[in-house]
Protein backbone atom coordinates (compact mmCIF):
# COMPACT_ATOMS: atom_id res chain seq x y z
CA UNK A 1 0.00 0.00 0.00
CA UNK A 2 1.55 3.26 -0.83
CA UNK A 3 2.39 5.94 1.71
CA UNK A 4 1.54 9.66 0.94
CA UNK A 5 2.57 13.03 2.38
CA UNK A 6 2.00 16.41 1.14
CA UNK A 7 4.32 19.38 2.26
CA UNK A 8 3.42 23.36 2.38
CA UNK A 9 2.23 25.70 4.29
CA UNK A 10 -0.50 25.82 6.59
CA UNK A 11 -3.43 27.23 4.40
CA UNK A 12 -4.79 26.23 0.81
CA UNK A 13 -2.28 28.28 -1.78
CA UNK A 14 -0.90 25.57 -3.77
CA UNK A 15 -1.39 22.55 -2.38
CA UNK A 16 -5.34 22.45 -2.31
CA UNK A 17 -5.92 21.27 -5.31
CA UNK A 18 -4.08 18.31 -4.71
CA UNK A 19 -5.74 17.98 -1.18
CA UNK A 20 -8.74 17.95 -2.93
CA UNK A 21 -7.94 15.30 -5.04
CA UNK A 22 -6.92 13.00 -2.20
CA UNK A 23 -10.77 13.71 -1.11
CA UNK A 24 -12.28 13.15 -3.44
CA UNK A 25 -10.61 9.85 -3.64
CA UNK A 26 -11.16 9.51 -0.24
CA UNK A 27 -7.64 8.40 -0.23
CA UNK A 28 -5.62 8.71 3.22
CA UNK A 29 -2.39 10.62 3.09
CA UNK A 30 -0.13 13.01 5.55
CA UNK A 31 -0.89 16.36 5.32
CA UNK A 32 2.09 18.35 6.47
CA UNK A 33 1.01 21.93 7.21
CA UNK A 34 4.86 23.51 8.23
CA UNK A 35 4.98 26.94 9.64
CA UNK A 36 6.70 30.03 8.01
CA UNK A 37 9.99 30.14 10.63
CA UNK A 38 10.56 26.35 9.85
CA UNK A 39 10.63 26.95 5.64
CA UNK A 40 14.48 28.45 5.38
CA UNK A 41 15.77 25.00 6.76
CA UNK A 42 13.50 22.97 5.02
CA UNK A 43 13.51 24.85 1.78
CA UNK A 44 17.01 23.21 1.36
CA UNK A 45 15.63 19.70 1.64
CA UNK A 46 13.46 20.11 -1.03
CA UNK A 47 13.61 19.87 -4.57
CA UNK A 48 14.33 23.13 -6.71
CA UNK A 49 13.76 24.81 -3.21
CA UNK A 50 9.75 25.19 -3.06
CA UNK A 51 6.46 23.47 -2.11
CA UNK A 52 4.61 21.97 -2.26
CA UNK A 53 5.99 18.64 -2.44
CA UNK A 54 4.50 15.11 -2.81
CA UNK A 55 6.37 12.19 -1.14
CA UNK A 56 5.38 8.82 -2.40
CA UNK A 57 6.84 6.26 -0.69
CA UNK A 58 9.49 8.27 0.47
CA UNK A 59 10.15 9.74 -3.36
CA UNK A 60 9.26 13.41 -4.08
CA UNK A 61 7.86 15.20 -6.65
CA UNK A 62 7.41 19.04 -6.72
CA UNK A 63 5.60 21.60 -8.89
CA UNK A 64 2.05 21.55 -7.57
CA UNK A 65 -0.22 21.28 -11.01
CA UNK A 66 2.12 17.65 -12.04
CA UNK A 67 1.45 16.61 -8.69
CA UNK A 68 -2.60 17.02 -8.98
CA UNK A 69 -2.37 15.55 -12.36
CA UNK A 70 -0.34 12.62 -11.07
CA UNK A 71 -2.67 12.16 -8.23
CA UNK A 72 -5.63 12.66 -10.56
CA UNK A 73 -4.26 10.02 -13.14
CA UNK A 74 -3.80 7.58 -10.13
CA UNK A 75 -7.02 7.92 -8.69
CA UNK A 76 -9.40 8.00 -11.88
CA UNK A 77 -9.82 12.27 -12.01
CA UNK A 78 -7.62 12.38 -15.75
CA UNK A 79 -10.39 11.33 -18.30
CA UNK A 80 -11.10 8.32 -19.79
CA UNK A 81 -9.60 8.92 -22.92
CA UNK A 82 -6.46 10.78 -24.22
CA UNK A 83 -9.43 13.60 -25.31
CA UNK A 84 -10.84 14.16 -22.36
CA UNK A 85 -7.11 13.84 -20.68
CA UNK A 86 -6.53 17.03 -23.02
CA UNK A 87 -9.96 19.07 -22.86
CA UNK A 88 -9.02 18.35 -18.38
CA UNK A 89 -5.57 19.72 -19.11
CA UNK A 90 -6.57 23.07 -21.14
CA UNK A 91 -9.27 23.98 -18.04
CA UNK A 92 -6.90 22.98 -15.66
CA UNK A 93 -4.15 25.69 -17.56
CA UNK A 94 -7.02 28.10 -18.01
CA UNK A 95 -7.94 28.00 -13.96
CA UNK A 96 -3.88 28.93 -13.78
CA UNK A 97 -4.21 32.12 -16.12
CA UNK A 98 -6.83 33.26 -13.74
CA UNK A 99 -4.66 32.73 -11.16
CA UNK A 100 -2.04 34.39 -12.86
CA UNK A 101 -4.25 37.51 -12.67
CA UNK A 102 -5.24 37.36 -9.34
CA UNK A 103 -1.90 36.92 -8.05
CA UNK A 104 -1.29 40.57 -9.55
CA UNK A 105 -3.75 41.63 -6.88
CA UNK A 106 -2.19 39.74 -4.00
CA UNK A 107 1.28 40.78 -4.89
CA UNK A 108 0.89 44.47 -5.79
CA UNK A 109 2.35 46.76 -2.26
CA UNK A 110 0.77 50.18 -3.34
CA UNK A 111 -2.65 51.08 -2.77
CA UNK A 112 -4.00 52.75 -5.54
CA UNK A 113 -1.99 50.05 -7.99
CA UNK A 114 -4.04 47.12 -5.74
CA UNK A 115 -7.21 49.27 -5.94
CA UNK A 116 -6.65 49.66 -10.25
CA UNK A 117 -6.17 46.10 -10.17
CA UNK A 118 -8.75 45.19 -7.90
CA UNK A 119 -11.49 47.23 -9.94
CA UNK A 120 -10.30 45.50 -13.39
CA UNK A 121 -10.65 41.68 -11.88
CA UNK A 122 -13.75 42.30 -10.80
CA UNK A 123 -15.36 44.57 -14.04
CA UNK A 124 -13.00 42.51 -16.99
CA UNK A 125 -11.17 39.82 -15.85
CA UNK A 126 -12.74 37.33 -13.78
CA UNK A 127 -16.08 38.21 -15.51
CA UNK A 128 -14.28 36.99 -18.84
CA UNK A 129 -12.94 34.44 -17.33
CA UNK A 130 -16.22 32.86 -15.45
CA UNK A 131 -17.61 33.45 -19.14
CA UNK A 132 -14.92 30.86 -20.68
CA UNK A 133 -15.96 28.52 -17.89
CA UNK A 134 -19.97 28.74 -18.68
CA UNK A 135 -19.19 28.04 -22.73
CA UNK A 136 -16.94 24.68 -21.32
CA UNK A 137 -19.76 23.67 -18.99
CA UNK A 138 -22.67 23.98 -21.07
CA UNK A 139 -21.05 22.86 -24.12
CA UNK A 140 -20.48 19.41 -22.08
CA UNK A 141 -23.85 19.39 -21.12
CA UNK A 142 -23.55 21.61 -18.20
CA UNK A 143 -23.09 18.83 -15.22
CA UNK A 144 -19.30 18.32 -15.54
CA UNK A 145 -16.75 20.48 -17.15
CA UNK A 146 -15.37 16.96 -19.13
CA UNK A 147 -17.25 13.47 -20.01
CA UNK A 148 -19.97 12.73 -17.40
CA UNK A 149 -17.91 12.15 -13.98
CA UNK A 150 -15.65 14.28 -11.60
CA UNK A 151 -12.43 15.07 -12.94
CA UNK A 152 -9.43 17.56 -12.33
CA UNK A 153 -11.02 20.01 -14.03
CA UNK A 154 -14.07 20.38 -11.61
CA UNK A 155 -11.80 20.28 -8.80
CA UNK A 156 -9.73 22.80 -10.03
CA UNK A 157 -12.73 25.57 -10.58
CA UNK A 158 -13.95 24.74 -7.62
CA UNK A 159 -10.80 25.95 -5.94
CA UNK A 160 -9.99 28.50 -7.85
CA UNK A 161 -13.27 30.29 -6.47
CA UNK A 162 -12.28 29.51 -2.61
CA UNK A 163 -10.94 32.88 -1.51
CA UNK A 164 -11.88 35.59 -3.99
CA UNK A 165 -15.64 34.09 -2.91
CA UNK A 166 -14.94 35.00 0.59
CA UNK A 167 -14.47 38.46 0.00
CA UNK A 168 -17.01 38.64 -2.64
CA UNK A 169 -19.70 36.33 -1.87
CA UNK A 170 -21.83 37.60 -4.80
CA UNK A 171 -18.80 36.74 -7.58
CA UNK A 172 -20.91 34.27 -9.30
CA UNK A 173 -24.74 35.23 -8.81
CA UNK A 174 -24.72 36.31 -12.28
CA UNK A 175 -23.77 32.58 -13.29
CA UNK A 176 -26.09 30.33 -12.53
CA UNK A 177 -24.41 27.62 -14.18
CA UNK A 178 -21.32 27.71 -12.24
CA UNK A 179 -23.17 28.12 -9.07
CA UNK A 180 -24.91 24.50 -9.83
CA UNK A 181 -21.17 23.36 -10.48
CA UNK A 182 -20.35 24.74 -7.80
CA UNK A 183 -23.14 23.30 -5.12
CA UNK A 184 -22.89 19.57 -7.08
CA UNK A 185 -19.16 19.19 -6.48
CA UNK A 186 -19.58 20.10 -2.92
CA UNK A 187 -22.19 18.04 -2.38
CA UNK A 188 -20.45 15.16 -3.28
CA UNK A 189 -20.17 13.16 -0.09
CA UNK A 190 -16.38 13.11 0.25
CA UNK A 191 -15.70 16.31 -0.67
CA UNK A 192 -18.48 17.54 1.07
CA UNK A 193 -17.27 15.92 4.37
CA UNK A 194 -13.50 17.31 3.79
CA UNK A 195 -14.85 21.19 3.19
CA UNK A 196 -17.24 20.92 6.78
CA UNK A 197 -13.77 20.01 8.65
CA UNK A 198 -11.26 22.32 6.60
CA UNK A 199 -8.97 24.19 8.17
CA UNK A 200 -10.81 27.85 7.72
CA UNK A 201 -7.67 30.16 6.59
CA UNK A 202 -7.60 33.30 3.96
CA UNK A 203 -6.15 31.77 1.41
Known sequence: MRTYRLTYF?????????????????????????????????????????????????????????????????????????????QIDQIVDLVEDLKREMFKYASEQDPDKKKDIEQKLLDEVIPKFIGFFEK?????????????????????????FDTPLQKYPSLLDKSPALQAHRKLVESLPKIADYLKNRKQTEK
Open 10 to 86: DFRGKAELARLVFAAAGEKFEDRRIQREEWPDLKKTMPFGQIPVLEVDGKPLAQSYAIARYLAREFGFAGRSNWESA
Open 136 to 160: LLKDNGGEYFVGSLLSLADLAILGV
